[in-house]
């Protein structure tokens, strides 16, 4: 996949040229035959009825017209060239390239997409690593977010055995201009800048925030912390989901950084059934299957969703509150003035 694409550095700072340069290469590659494999015409949605206010959004062609998923019956399936992998997409479908410090990324169009501008996040392109979450990845989407500076962007990644389709590691990037339940659901700290989901909630996460949107040390921190869960749930079989998203927290701008565990391994994705990867844990459903769309019930979603899950929340927040896995650090001096209470 040879082609010469515009690249821009990440920085600290909010970037409205790559929001541009997105949404400009997007409508471009929509225009060229045999590209996209559809095109989102204003499809059917509905708010499922309920307390958790889930948005539907009805896509039927995603039943009908995307790459067929990738078995990956573990967490530490290992990359295979002969499968499909995004070094061989065509080269219109490469939008930019991004770099963070020494971090080098694609962004890739999702030729089959649930949202508008929807695009793939491949770190590494041609380091060819398996879908394994990384901590470079984590800090790339951290930032990533905060130079596209949108409630409306979000990130989230699915896991070998999390509903992950393609064995080449990939984050995606999608557009709603629609609050979904992560990004407004109660949280309950377990720990300084760790909380979990409210727990009358049936959908069980940890929520890690950054606060201090500005301040790089801080950012570093809390990927860290991430990573640190992440690699635990990677080295002890875990399937996971993670979600990043800008919201409020007590009226302040911060990024939740949201981290789903399950129990049970989904290692071949289904094109037409429900599948629960991190939209529809995080109150997105793109959905193919017209009688589900019309028919399917919260508690039926819910139900689908602890299937999954099971106690894997519960068996890993005993390892989230011990200080030997967190330990307690002080807070630097030059942050301690800024800090509140409840942080």
Excluded: W
């Excluded at 020494?102 to 491949?122: G, M, Q, R, W």
């Excluded at 995080?282 to 106690?311: M, R, V, Y």
């Amino acid at each position: 996949m040879e082609r010469t694409c515009q690249i821009f550095d990440l920085t600290d700072r909010p970037n409205p040229l790559i929001r541009e340069a997105i949404k400009r290469r997007l409508g471009e590659i929509e225009n060229m035959p045999n590209i996209v494999r559809y095109k989102l015409n204003n499809p059917a949605e509905r708010v499922l009825k309920g307390s958790y206010g889930v948005l539907m959004r009805l896509i039927v062609e995603r039943g009908t017209h995307c790459r067929q998923p990738i078995l990956m019956a573990s967490l530490h399936t290992p990359y295979d060239d002969n499968q499909f992998n995004f070094t061989k997409v065509q080269p219109e479908e490469r939008l930019m390239d991004l770099r963070l410090k020494d971090i080098e990324v694609a962004i890739i169009a999702n030729v089959s997409p649930y949202t508008k501008f929807h695009c793939l996040i491949i770190p590494g392109l041609h380091d060819r690593q398996p879908q394994v979450l990384t901590l470079n990845a984590i800090m790339f989407s951290i930032r990533f977010l905060k130079s596209l500076d949108s409630y409306e962007h979000k990130i989230g990644y699915n896991s070998s055995g999390g509903s992950g389709s393609v064995n080449h590691l990939h984050l995606h990037l999608i557009h709603l201009e629609y609050e979904i339940f992560a990004q407004r659901a109660e949280l309950t700290k377990i720990r300084s800048g760790i909380y979990c989901f409210n727990q009358e909630y049936e959908i069980k996460a940890f929520c890690f925030l950054l606060r201090r949107l500005s301040d790089d040390e801080h950012e570093s921190e809390v990927a860290e912390k991430v990573y640190k869960l992440v690699r635990y749930m990677i080295d002890n079989g875990i399937p996971h989901n993670l979600f990043f998203t800008l919201a409020k927290h007590k009226e302040e701008r911060v990024m939740r950084i949201i981290v789903y565990p399950r129990d049970k391994m989904c290692a071949l994705k289904s094109t037409t059934d429900l599948n629960i990867a991190f939209c529809e844990l995080s109150g997105f459903l793109p959905l193919s299957n017209e009688k589900h769309f019309t028919q399917l019930t919260e508690a039926e979603l819910l139900e689908a969703i602890k299937d999954q899950q099971c106690d894997a929340f519960d068996r890993l927040l005993v390892k989230v509150k011990d200080s030997a896995f967190y330990p307690h650090t002080r807070p630097r001096l030059s942050t301690v003035a800024n800090m509140r209470d409840d942080y």
